[in-house]
């Protein structure tokens, strides 16, 4: 019998060393049958004249149960076929055998009850599904959800506890719930649910709105100013729409613009897995890519992208990131810091399920413009990004390039962008970097002032003194508060016409790709302060460049660097990101020529959690 504490609306239990939170099922079914005590089961859910053999037991617990990270041995000491009756189904002697091999003590038959097959807990006769705690040790979540008892597009706080390191115990559904029970060959080839996304875990950064839940946006006056929410952002719902789980929101620097662990002062920084543990992890979306590469039990961490916020954290901790084509994903409830370059992105460890997220995510006529595969007739490499002191780097960068172009029959060739505006540019300027001198400056901190000025107006009313933020945020907003609307329209009106010069001088017929280095590999540890430095570094940098043009950008990890630690003293490897930028619009073509070029050059689609990425 199992000892249970019970917290309302769940009870808590251990298997082994692992934490379980289980929850009654919407409705309260209740077993009529004998198992009235606290009992661990494992529920099938079958049809009438159904032939139940150990060949169709084995399979279903190989590919489903064994692949659950929630599923524990002893959930199979009971057993209910649900949907039937006893003399509805055929158990073949073969199928009690093995049954019985793997401790089984009893088999219930339960017609009246409907439920994914997968483990379960009866207490006091009712079903309950089953949650496994995962510790939050990179503290890369804000807040530990699940949802309502009365709605599952609403959330609530889980009684999940947290861990010595003040992280959050993250409670996560079984995975087998997504799969049905099947007597013909289950395979992990052949999905049987109509949504390639059915059971997929995601996280959602907390600059997005979610029913039931502040938003916290890194700042702890920010999340007390305002109530809980009362709708879902659109990405969510349509996630959520698709059978994915929200396991909870991750931390992001505050106000979504770019903090060192040294200045997040309200919530501290999450960890990076990668090299030593103490390199810094990017940001804004710096929970979103600590999760993701911390924890096999997650799958995607959606975050969003103003000027880099997907790819940089994706390139300090090796993983793959994108940035879509801007309008493409609905950005209802996401904050905004710069309206018009925000837009939803996310990060994952497989590349595979890319193209998946975004077919749920975004709108059927612009999946469909993306989606008939074209001959790329070259891949531009512009010299204006190549860091010009990390050769290592560099050479991965070329080896990326010569492999993908051999396994797709594409050739490169290096551009640079600021020669070629010199001598086409149609301004009366043709120097790019005195052109776009002001584009940090002009736009995105006055943006970045302006887009806030509500939240500070309401909070000082409230309280009486103005919001505490972080010096970043103080910087970005006093440099934005010195620059004039005129300011502001007039590199907002320029980078409308570098777009346009951009997209005609390379990318008139929508197919070819560009390659770029997001930034110089090498270690940049979590406890150095920067210093107190203007933040505003002016001129055309890389991860401006897809935000600007409003294409699509995917950072994929191609190599390891080794680095001698002055942490741990010993040899340890950074990871190497780079990313390709597709034409507006070109989304899936970019997406699937990538995961396919990757594979025809033998080239890894997916990355590990940990210390290093492959």
Known sequence: ?????????????????????????????????????????????????????SRVLHLWRKVHLDQD???????????????????????????????????????????????????????????HSVWKVYEDRQLAFSQSIWPSDHDNQAFVATNAPGNGYRGHGIAVPARSYAAAFQL?????????????????????????????????????????????????????????????????????????????????????APFNPRGDGYLIPGGSSSGSASSAASYDWLDIALCSDTTGSSRIPAFQMGLFGFRPTINSI??????????GFDTPAWMGRDLNMFPHVFRALSDADLINSGNVASPTPCILYPTDFIPSDSQEQVNAMEEFLDSLGKSMGVKSKTISIHHDWSKTA?????????????????????????????????YEEMHGKPPFVTEVVRWYWELGSNVSEHQHQEIMNRLSIFKDWFVKQYMADGTNIVALHIDKVQARYRDIYPGGNNPNVPGLRSPYLSAILGAPELAIPISELPYTSRISKKEEKLPIVVSLMGAPGCDLRLLQWTFEGLEKSGRPTKVKTGKSIF
């Open 1 to 53: 019998m199992l000892n249970l504490a019970p917290f309302n609306p769940s009870i808590s239990f251990m298997l082994g060393q692992s934490c379980y939170e289980a929850r009654p099922l919407p409705g309260h079914p209740e077993c009529s049958s004998r198992l009235r005590q606290p009992s661990l089961i494992t529920c099938f859910q079958v049809s009438k004249n159904s032939a139940i053999n």
């Open 69 to 127: 990270d929630v599923f524990h041995p002893n959930f199979l000491q009971n057993v209910i076929f649900c949907g039937v009756e006893q003399s509805h189904i055929n158990l073949t002697d073969d199928a009690k055998s093995l049954l019985g091999e793997w401790g089984t003590v009893t088999v219930e038959y339960e017609s009246k009850i409907g439920v994914a097959s997968g483990p379960y807990l009866v207490h006091l006769g009712t079903l």
């Open 184 to 268: 013909e060959t289950p395979t992990t080839t052949s999905p049987n649910t109509s949504s390639p996304l059915r059971g997929m875990r995601f996280t959602v950064k907390d600059n997005y709105h979610v029913r039931g839940i502040r938003t916290a946006l890194g700042n702890r006056a920010f999340f007390e100013t305002y109530y809980p929410q009362d709708s879902n952002a659109t990405v969510v719902t349509k996630l959520l729409d698709a059978g994915a789980h929200l396991v909870g929101k991750t931390h992001l620097s505050s106000f979504a613009m770019m903090e060192h662990p040294t200045q997040s002062t309200d919530y501290q």
């Open 330 to 339: 609905p950005d209802g409830g996401l904050v905004m810091a710069w309206p």
């Open 426 to 458: 149609p301004v009366a300027e043709k120097n790019l970097h005195q052109y776009l001198h002001e584009l940090t400056h002009h736009g995105w901190f006055y943006s970045a002032n302006h887009a806030f000025k509500s939240f500070r107006h309401e």
